[in-house]
């Protein structure tokens, strides 16, 4: 089972988060979108990239702008093992996903699917033919992109999703430690994403992980798999 875990801003919680069982780590590298206190200068995205090389841990690169050439842009210069693309008004389509494979070759793409209602499951089969990664998540704030609510959605969307695309997806909003083996047991994803269950969020929009919550996560979700055989 994959651990995606979100919002690393600094090098020390990259690697803590690491250490703790993160499998994927997610970062916004900085762009137009997404709040300023979340956004990490390229310089130190390089720098957690080369923690993750060491580790054989993918770094993922959200895309909260609705720039595409921005998107590629930012795919050229970092080379990320994934682009998350999770804007309120740009999704992917089939000639984004071919720019991207000149730009970055080795670079998967992942498409958040807002989950609000059953159309999801359409809205998801339509990027299926031409993504790796389709993350499912909830909520949709305007100056960020589809995601970092905290809150949970229809589960049962999700699974019909799993069993209706061949992309490998991703279950995102509102997970936690108290929940990603419900959510397992029920959605069967290929893998699980955390931001604000295993975070500290301050002030000012600055953000912290909490180790402790994202090892548990970490545990909780692998054990889960396990039961399953997953
Ligand atoms: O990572 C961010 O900073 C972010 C900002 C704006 C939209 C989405 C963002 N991240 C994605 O949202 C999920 C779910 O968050 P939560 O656990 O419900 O708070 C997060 O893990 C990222 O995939």
Not at 8 to 29: C, F, K, S, Y
Not at 30 to 41: F, I, L, S, T, Y
Not at 185 to 206: A, E, H, M, N
Request: aromatic letters at 6%; glycine letters at 6%; charged letters at 25%.
């Amino acid at each position: 089972m994959i651990k995606q875990l979100y919002s690393i801003i600094r090098l020390e919680e990259a690697i803590q988060t690491m250490e703790a069982g993160a499998d994927n780590i997610g970062l916004v590298p900085m762009q137009k979108g997404g709040v300023p206190a979340h956004r990490v200068p390229l310089y130190r995205v390089d720098q957690i990239f080369d923690e993750c090389k060491k580790r054989n841990v993918n770094l993922v690169a959200i895309m909260l702008t609705n720039d595409p050439e921005e998107m590629l842009d930012l795919a050229r210069r970092i080379q990320p093992n994934i682009l998350h693309i999770a804007g309120d008004e740009y999704a992917a389509d089939e000639e984004f996903a071919r720019r991207l494979k000149e730009v970055a070759p080795h670079t998967a793409l992942m498409q958040a699917v807002l989950v609000d209602n059953h159309s999801a499951v359409e809205r998801a089969k339509k990027f299926d033919p031409f993504v790796d990664y389709i993350l499912l998540d909830s909520g949709l704030a305007p100056d960020t992109g589809i995601g970092a609510s905290g809150l949970t959605h229809d589960w049962s969307i999700d699974a019909e999703i799993v069993r209706s695309v061949k992309a490998r997806v991703i279950e995102a909003g509102g997970m936690g430690p108290d929940n990603v083996a419900e959510a397992i047991r029920q959605i069967r994803p290929y893998g699980v994403d955390s931001l604000t269950k295993t975070s500290f969020k301050y002030d000012g929009g600055d953000m912290e992980k909490n180790i402790p919550a994202v090892k548990a996560f970490c545990e909780n979700a692998d054990k889960a798999a396990r039961e399953l055989g997953l």
